[in-house]
Structure formats: structure tokens, C-alpha cells
């Protein structure tokens, strides 16, 4: 599986960005994809999720402001996406795209362990919202 994301930057508080993950190499019948972040000298939060079933979970301090979606533009080429709105300072942080198999979300709660699980994950991208 190959992950890489796109599409972070610095905004101002209370702009938007759009984070990309082209992901490769997917079991197109057993995925769970999330977005996790991690700012420093803080546990990483695992912000969305989506399986292959599309059922989707958010963060409680992102709900109503994050959207993550999936583009199967091909079998196993996909590009999973953040939108993100109503950017806060506390968003702040690099954020990475992982896989996994699909049960590995119904176990998604939000804490610092699950997103420790995901077996792939990209490189990252920075996003900074300023106050």
C-alpha cells in the first residue's frame, strides 16, 4: 500500500483547507483509511475514518467542521481527501493519511491507541492555522 498526501499550508483561523491522500495498492473489498494528526508534544488523534462499506467517524472536536471523502477513481487507486473548514489554531499539526483492514475501524474511539494500529501510513503533511 502507498500513501501520500498533499494540500496542507498556513491559513488563518477560521479558513480552509483541503488535505489529498493518493493511496495505492488498496484491498478494495477491506479498508479502513483515517486521518490522523499529530502536533507536537501531543498524542496522536485520529481525526476521520472511512471503510470500504463507507461508514465514516469523526473526532468530537472536529465534527461539523471536517469532511473526509474517498474518490475510487480506480480498483485499487483511490484519493481520500480532508476538507476542512473553520480552521483552528488548535488544528494545527502534521497530518497523516493510514490504512488498514477494514475491521480496524469498527474499533475507532477517538483515543490516542487506535491510531498506533494502522499498519501504512504517508509521510505527512503540515498544516498551521494562526490566530
Known amino acids: 500500500v502507498g500513501l501520500a498526501e498533499s494540500g496542507g499550508g498556513s491559513v488563518q483561523s477560521g479558513g480552509s483547507l483541503k488535505l489529498s491522500c493518493a493511496a495505492s495498492?488498496?484491498?478494495?473489498?477491506?479498508?479502513?483509511l483515517a486521518w490522523i494528526r499529530q502536533a507536537p508534544g501531543k498524542e496522536r488523534e485520529a481525526v476521520a475514518v472511512?471503510?470500504?462499506?463507507?461508514?465514516?467517524?469523526?473526532?468530537d472536536s472536529v465534527k461539523g467542521r471536517f469532511t473526509i471523502s474517498l474518490d475510487k477513481a480506480e480498483s485499487t487507486e483511490n484519493t481520500l481527501y480532508l476538507q476542512m473548514n473553520s480552521l483552528k489554531p488548535e488544528d494545527t499539526a502534521m497530518y497523516y493519511c493510514?490504512?488498514?483492514?477494514?475491521?480496524?475501524?469498527?474499533?475507532?474511539?477517538?483515543?490516542?491507541?487506535?491510531?498506533?494500529?494502522?499498519?501504512?501510513r504517508g509521510q505527512g503533511t503540515q498544516v498551521t492555522v494562526s490566530s
Open positions: 493510514a490504512s488498514d483492514k477494514r475491521i480496524l475501524c469498527a474499533y475507532y474511539d477517538g483515543g490516542s491507541v487506535f491510531p498506533g494500529r494502522f499498519n501504512y
Open positions: 495498492g488498496l484491498n478494495v473489498n477491506s479498508y479502513c
Open positions: 472511512i471503510d470500504n462499506n463507507g461508514i465514516i467517524n469523526y473526532l
